[in-house]
């Protein structure tokens, strides 16, 4: 009967040390997953915020003055 308590009791302490291996995994890749998300939904947000406004929020340029205008065709035709 001694050694039956004990290989539950061992039994048991492996579940919870597996059930926090497996929490631990899942908290790295969906931190990693949600940095990501975070990332693209960040680029949208200021485009979105932009248009609304009117003028460019990062460099507080109209969107329709001419230095602005040379600065886009300028990146895009790098």
């Known amino acids: ?15 919870f ?6 929490y631990l995994i899942g908290y790295y890749f969906g931190c990693k997953t949600g940095i990501k998300k975070g990332k693209l939904k960040a680029k949208l947000l200021l485009r979105e915020k932009s248009l609304q406004e009117g003028y460019c929020v990062l460099c507080k340029n109209d969107k329709n003055s001419q230095t602005l205008q040379e600065i886009i065709e300028a990146s895009r035709s790098k």
């Not at 009967?1 to 579940?15: D, L, P």
């Not at 040390?17 to 497996?22: E, F, N, Q, T, W």
């Open 1 to 15: 009967m001694g050694g039956e308590v004990k290989i539950n009791e061992f039994i048991i302490f492996r579940f």
């Open 17 to 22: 040390i597996m059930l926090g291996v497996g």
